[in-house]
Structure formats: structure tokens, C-alpha cells
């Protein structure tokens, strides 16, 4: 009996687990089937989403500073607008309400609707957009639509040096300073291993790492000086009807750019909108002849190689010279017997093709290719090019006269100005500095511009006796008058040359690149300064068009650098058009400067705070200091806004607050 009770206990307890074991079996082939079978496609789908992928967090953006800190190029947070095409109910309607609150254009339009008519689980809609476009995109309320913030580049001053910082595109630099230093100013980015999850979202793993920001980047550049600069310039641009207009300033003694300005110009901030031809630093991009301001170093080579004296007589043969088939005139007909100053002094294209003959191909090409031209001055900025200076057996006896009065060779402004800078500083050339300082992100400086001589060109002496000579030049009966400040004595030369017709070959009758260098003070320069105007319409000649930009520049920014004669630097008037040479029309000169300085009477008896709207920082500095009151400052450029009013009654250290903006100007178009 007990055998037969165990013997029933124990097929129940087996029956119970064949029982489970079935159920088990079956509830397994039923998920199996379900998996394999009925949800295969689903699961086909989420595995192509779920895999690993590598995912590259971009830093934030260095910023770019002037020499004063104030900022050229800085990186803000930006909204990004992404879509989820799998999300979208009507992916052609969403698409063309995006691209009406984006304002794209038709063929961007087109593009975004075949974007959100995949069955993509993520796309790009537009990153990087502004704060109104992102608000027009949040109020159409789009399901599937989203946003995230990213970096954007941002040009505080807009125009301004635009052509020297270039700009950003996609996280990279693209042009000017932004690509020449993108490794510094970009930081280090993070690529991390992450997961798309069903919604098409980025799933990172915890602990991530942010990215380190990008360095900064300190230019020899002064904001303020690249105001006055792309004022002046913009002014002389339109009344010389120009194609195009350069200038450079420089500090001689260290080989630092002051100011690089070109035009036409653009917005960085929106730099798809504007043409290659505007994008171009035509500074170190732009080769041209120089004509008649080549004369300085083709006399400088003559004097430090003993070949000729400032006082020695030659023959100009009345203007005309004869070499062979050809014959080299001067622009002023009837020079005979001058003294090898007044060659200079008169620009005497037969003159110095007697000069530049005493020193034979060798000697003026070995001279010529010692002050820079015909290599790259290795200024650290993109695109710079070498332009052409023959080798001297390729040269015939008219392109040994030619070249030395500055036609058959070309330049860039910058080549010109830093030869120039030999002569005002006594010698040396300099290698030009465009770097003041890079630091990392943390703010430590890991590289720092220095002067950078290449060595001597020529004595002190003879930079001495070419300033004497330069100074003339600026006085009366010489090509550059209109270059004269008052109180000041200013050493220059002027240059007209012709331009090669491309189309008909040889030399244009009407094509000319007018333009004037030179440096002030004369007997301790502070400033050198060139200023081209590439096919002047109102008048060919340097000393007309180019001269009077000069002038105004070295003024301003004479004042604005709180250097001072006896009387504040004025431009002069323009004296009379000299024989052959066009008028051309000037406005008012710049005098705001001066009589800001000299303040007014009235205005300190009465404890009233003066208006300084629309004066320099400087001028609007000493105006108010000179009346007591404290002066706090913010932003950089001309002063828009004044706190208290002008007229308000104020006590002496009492605080008069101002705000700074950088004139801004729509972006400037013309030809290339």
C-alpha cells in the first residue's frame, strides 16, 4: 500500500513539472514567433537606430581682441532647429512653413523639402540662427520640430576689419585671421560614444566631458584706429569714383599694424551675402605697380651705394629720354638740369631712369629684393603673395629704366608700406606683426609678437637724407601737398601708375592706380601710413586723390594717439590743382577733433556738462576731464549716447557716463 501511494506522488509530481515545462516551451515558441515573425520589421528598424555611434562636441569659439581688448570677434549661444521626418504628420506643409519663418529662398525651400520627406529619424533644419528667426519657428508649434543651442559666431563691430578677421562657417575659420589661427581659437572638441534612441534623440553616457573653449587671439590691430582709417577711406573711395581702395597703417619701430582697411567691404555676420571681390584683403592679396613711390628705394639704394649725391645736377633732357625704339617721358614737360633731391621732389621718371642706370640690373634688383618686394613679407595672414619682381637678366635696358621709376615691377600695399618703414626708422626693415598676443583658455599667454628685424638696408644717413628729401615732397612745389598737416612735418611720396589693359594688351591710356605713403612726424615718426586708390575717376594722380586721405588719417589718429605739435594736427586745405592735374572735390576738413580739445568757457563757468556725441573717446575724455567730472566708458569707437544730457547742470566729480559705437555703415559694393 505505502508502495503504491509513492508510486501515485511521484507522477503527480512529474506530471506537474512535464506540465511547466510544456508551458514554458509553449509561452517560448509563442514569444519566438511573435519576435521573429509578427514584429520582425519593427525590430529591424529599431536596431538600425540603437547602434553605437561617435558623436563630436564642438567648443566654444575663442574670441578675437584689438590691441586694447576690445572684442573683434566673439562666439555667443545660438538656437539650432532640428526635425524628426518620422514625427512630422505632413512633412511638405511643415516644410514649407519652416522655410517662410526661416526666410529661406526658393531653392532652399525645395532642398528642405526633401529633407523632411525621408524616413530619417533626425535632420538638420538650420542651426545657428537668430534669436527672431528661432521665435517665428516656436510660434508655428510644429510636432516632430525641435531646438538646442549651439555656438555662433558673432562680429560686434560688423564691417569693421572685416577683411582682415575673415570669418566662421560651420564651426571653422574660412578666411582672414579666423582661418589662419582656427587650431588656437577653435579648443579641443570631445568625441564620445553614444546611442540614437527610438525618438531619434542622442543618449550620452554620464560623467561627459565638456569640451575645452577655444584661445584668444590678440591683434596689433587698435579699433579705434581702424575707425578712423575705414572712414577716411570710405570718404576718399567716393569722391575718387574709385574700383577699389586699400590703406595700411603701421608703427615703424615695431613693425605693428595699426590699421588694414579695404574696399569694397562686408558684413562677416552674414558673409554669404556678399562677393568674393569684397571678401579680399587686397592689402597682401593684391599686387599692383607701385609707380612713382618705387622711386624712394630705387634714390635710397643710389645713396647707400655712393652712386649719386643730394646735391649732384642732373640732366632731364627737358622730360624726354630715348632709349632705343622707346622713349620715357616725365608727366611735367620742360624738366632740365635738377639736383638729385629735386629728381625725387618733382618725380622725374627721366631723372631716376638715369639714376637707376648707375646702379645697373644687378645693383637695383639686389636693392629692391633686400627692402621686401618680390618675396612675401611673412606677415601671419592668409593669401598673401610675393607679386613680381623680374630676375635681372630678363631685363632690358628699358625695363631697367622702367622698373626704377616703379612700372614693370608690382607690390602689395603692405610690401610698399614695410620698406617704407626702413626709412623711418632708420634703416631696418622689419618683418610686419599682425599677433600682439595668443593665449589658451585659461587665459595664459603661450605666444607674444615681438619685433622681428630682418636686418639693415641702409645707414642712418642716407634714411636721414631720404626723409629730408620725402619732407620736400610735402611742401610747396612738390607732387604731395595735399598730404600737409599743420604743425606737423610730414615726409612722403606720391604715386601714379599706369594699369596693364587686359584686353588690349600694354599699358591702358586710362587705367591708373593712384596713391600716396608716407610718415609723420617726419623727425620722430609715430605713424606710416600708405593709401591706394586702384582707378580713380575724378583725377589719375596720387597727390590728388590719395594725398588728402593721408592727411586726414595721420590727423585723426595723431590726435586720437595724444600726439601733439603747438596747434592740434589739422589736414590742410588743398591748395590749387597744380598744372595738368584735375580738381577734384573735397568736403569739409576734419576739425572736431581740435576744437573739442579747446572746449569752451561758458559751458565750464556754468557747470553744465558739455555734448561730446559723436567725438573720438579721446577728444570726449579730455573735454570732460578739463571740467572735472569723472568719466566712465563703455564699448569702443565714437561716443553715441551721453548720461546725464548734454546741458545738465552737474557738480565737479560728479560721474558722466558714455557709450561707445563703432559707426556702422551698410556693406559697400562696387567691382572687384
Known sequence: MPDRKATRWMRLRLGIVCGVLLLFAGTLAWRMWTLQVRRAEWLRDLSRQQVLKEITLEPLRGPILDRNGAPLAISIMAESIYAMPRQLEDAAAAARALARALEMDPQQSRRLVKRLSTRKYFTWVKRRVSDRLARQVRRLDIKGVGFTRESRRYYPARELAANLIGFVGDGRGLEGVELLFDDRLRGSEVVLQGLRDAHGRLVFPEGTREPDSGGTVVLTIDANIQEIVERELERGWHQAQARAATAVVMDPHSGEILAMASLPSYNPNVYWQSRPAQRRNRAVTDCYEPGSTMKVFTMAAALQGQLVR???????????????????????????????????????????????????????????????????????????????????????????????????????????????????????????????????????????????????????????????????????????????????????????????????????????????????????????????????????????????????????????????????????????????????????????????????????????????????????????????????????????????????????????????????????????
Open 310 to 672: 643730394p646735391e649732384e645736377t642732373i640732366d632731364c633732357q627737358g622730360g624726354a629720354l630715348v632709349l632705343g625704339s622707346h622713349t620715357i617721358h616725365d608727366a611735367h614737360r620742360g624738366l632740365r638740369r635738377l639736383t638729385a633731391s629735386e629728381v625725387l621732389v618733382h618725380s622725374s621718371n627721366v631723372g631716376m631712369a638715369i639714376i637707376g642706370a648707375r646702379l645697373g640690373r644687378e645693383g637695383l634688383y639686389q636693392a629692391l629684393h633686400e627692402f621686401g618686394f618680390g618675396r612675401k613679407t611673412g606677415v601671419d595672414l592668409p593669401g598673401e603673395v610675393r607679386c613680381r619682381l623680374r630676375p635681372p637678366a630678363r631685363w632690358s635696358d628699358v625695363g631697367l629704366a622702367t622698373i626704377s621709376f616703379g612700372q614693370g615691377v608690382s607690390v602689395t600695399a603692405l610690401q610698399l608700406l614695410a620698406a617704407l618703414n626702413s626709412v623711418a626708422n632708420g634703416g631696418v626693415w622689419l618683418r610686419p606683426q599682425i599677433v600682439r598676443a595668443i593665449r589658451d583658455s585659461s587665459g595664459r599667454t603661450i605666444d607674444e609678437g615681438r619685433p622681428d628685424p630682418q636686418g639693415r638696408v641702409m645707414s642712418r644717413e642716407v634714411a636721414a637724407e631720404l626723409t629730408r628729401m620725402m619732407v620736400r615732397v610735402v611742401q610747396p612745389g612738390g607732387t604731395g601737398t595735399r598730404a600737409a598737416l599743420d604743425g606737423f612735418t610730414v615726409a612722403g611720396k606720391t604715386g601714379t601708375a599706369q594699369k596693364v589693359d587686359p584686353v588690349a594688351g600694354g599699358y591702358s591710356e586710362h587705367l591708373r592706380v593712384a596713391s600716396f605713403m608716407g610718415f609723420v612726424p617726419a623727425e620722430q615718426p609715430r605713424l606710416s601710413i600708405l593709401v591706394v586708390m586702384d582707378e580713380p575717376q575724378s583725377s589719375p594722380y596720387g597727390g590728388v586723390v590719395a594725398a588728402p586721405v593721408f592727411a586726414r588719417i595721420a590727423a585723426a589718429v595723431l590726435n586720437y594717439q595724444g600726439v601733439f605739435s603747438s596747434r592740434p594736427a589739422v589736414a590742410r586745405p588743398r591748395p590749387d590743382p597744380a598744372p595738368g592735374e584735375e580738381p577734384v572735390v573735397e568736403t569739409a576738413l576734419i576739425v572736431e577733433e581740435a576744437e573739442a580739445v579747446a572746449g569752451s568757457s561758458a559751458e565750464v563757468a556754468a557747470g553744465r556738462v558739455p555734448d561730446v556725441r559723436g567725438l573720438s573717446a579721446r577728444a570726449a575724455l579730455r573735454r570732460l576731464w578739463e571740467r572735472g567730472y569723472e568719466v566712465v566708458l563703455n564699448g569702443f569707437g565714437r561716443v553715441a549716447r551721453q548720461r546725464p544730457a548734454p546741458g545738465s547742470r552737474l557738480p565737479r566729480q560728479a560721474v558722466v557716463r558714455l557709450e561707445l559705437q563703432t559707426r556702422r555703415r551698410p556693406s559697400a559694393g562696387g567691382q572687384g
